[in-house]
T-cell receptor, first 115, second 109 residues
């Protein structure tokens, strides 16, 4: 049903591992977002890409590295994470990058557990 | 600072009506969104309000009062499938979404 897909859906990794999360949107949108969702906490915006260019980095630690090769694909590269990084990582997209109220459409998320 | 408040959890009975409140304090206002999120699934868009008043969409309605910094989501004729978390989010002056922590709604038969 959703036009935004994410893989993998679940990921367990050690603190020294390197892994990547993938997001793809099939909606023809121009903006893509990474959010972190922890239990009983508000969604935290991590990164925003507009037309493949990063426009927002909300003080995210460098162990999270985003990549946006084109308007349809977004990656989040993970390296030497901490147990407190365990959370649901959500990808979203919207038609326009900002300057107008646009609805964001979400993928199902990747449930990440860092051991 | 910017803040969105909504109850952590609510319980209601199948077939009944429930109102989920959301209050906000943000830097500017460009509309308020409600999303539904079933456990382990993507948040899905329910409604958008930018003007004061009530917007009705089937069994779901959303109300906004900008002067009071207040919104509610009204769910009628509750069904078991309505058990989910309901997220309130306000778009601030920079067109960024500020999110509440969500309200977990439990529907009992």
């Amino acid at each position: 049903e959703t036009g935004v897909t994410q893989t993998p859906r679940h990921l367990v990794m050690g603190m020294t591992n390197k892994k990547s999360l993938k997001c793809e949107q099939h909606l023809g949108h121009n903006a893509m977002y990474w959010y972190k969702q922890s239990a009983k906490k508000p969604l935290e915006l991590m990164f925003v890409y507009n037309f493949k260019e990063q426009t927002e980095n909300n003080s995210v630690p460098s162990r999270f590295s985003p990549e946006c090769p084109n308007s349809s694909h977004l990656f989040l590269h993970l390296h030497t994470l901490q147990p407190e990084d365990s959370a649901l990582y959500l990808c979203a997209s919207s038609q326009s990058p900002g300057g107008s109220p646009e609805t964001q459409y979400f993928g199902p998320g990747t449930r990440l557990l860092v051991l | 600072g910017q803040n969105i408040d909504q109850p952590t959890e609510m319980t209601a009975t199948e077939g009944a009506i429930v109102q989920i409140n959301c209050t906000y304090q943000t830097s500017g206002f460009n509309g308020l969104f409600w999303y539904q999120q079933h456990a382990g699934e993507a948040p899905t868009f329910l409604s958008y309000n930018v003007l004061d008043g009530l917007e009705e969409k089937g069994r779901f309605s959303s109300f906004l009062s900008r002067s009071k910094g207040y919104s509610y989501l009204l769910l009628k004729e509750l069904q078991m499938k309505d058990s989910a978390s309901y997220l309130c989010a306000v778009m601030d002056s920079n067109y960024q979404l500020i999110w509440g922590a969500g309200t977990k709604l439990i529907i009992k038969p």
